[in-house]
Nanobody, 120 residues
Framework: QVQLVESGGGLVQSGGSLRLSCAAS????????MAWYRQAPGKQRELVAS???????NYADSAKGRFTISRDNAKNTMYLQMNSLEPEDTAVYYC??????????????WGQGTQVTVSS
């Protein structure tokens, strides 16, 4: 079982920055790909960025050039540095992690989400 806890959300003005964190804990053998998703009111959840255990990154077009995803494997923690924030970035941000459990299977876990609000 993996528990994911996001933090770092909040209210920021347009053009500002925030850094989100996602800390994984519990019993697991390893964590493979981790990712950030977001869901704005009335919209579907969408991928923001993902990162493999080897550090390979993938970004949504809306995040390219403004957001940077990273992870510290020793701390089982993932980060999302968000710069030049826009009101359109307002959403609940969720992290997920693809993990190999102690039973040997692979499961996907989600955090509870953290609210990011960007004012104009």
């Amino acid at each position: 079982q993996v528990q994911l806890v996001e933090s770092g959300g909040g209210l920021v003005q347009s053009g500002g920055s925030l850094r989100l964190s996602c800390a994984a804990s519990g019993r697991f053998l390893s964590i493979y790909t981790m990712a950030w998703y977001r869901q704005a009111p009335g919209k579907q959840r969408e991928l923001v960025a993902s990162i493999t255990s080897a550090g390979n990154r993938n970004y949504a077009d809306s995040a390219k050039g403004r957001f940077t995803i990273s992870r510290d494997n020793a701390k089982n923690t993932m980060y999302l540095q968000m710069n030049s924030l826009e009101p359109e970035d307002t959403a609940v941000y969720y992290c997920n992690a693809n993990s190999r459990t102690v039973l040997g299977d692979t499961r996907l876990y989600w955090g509870q989400g953290t609210q990011v609000t960007v004012s104009s």
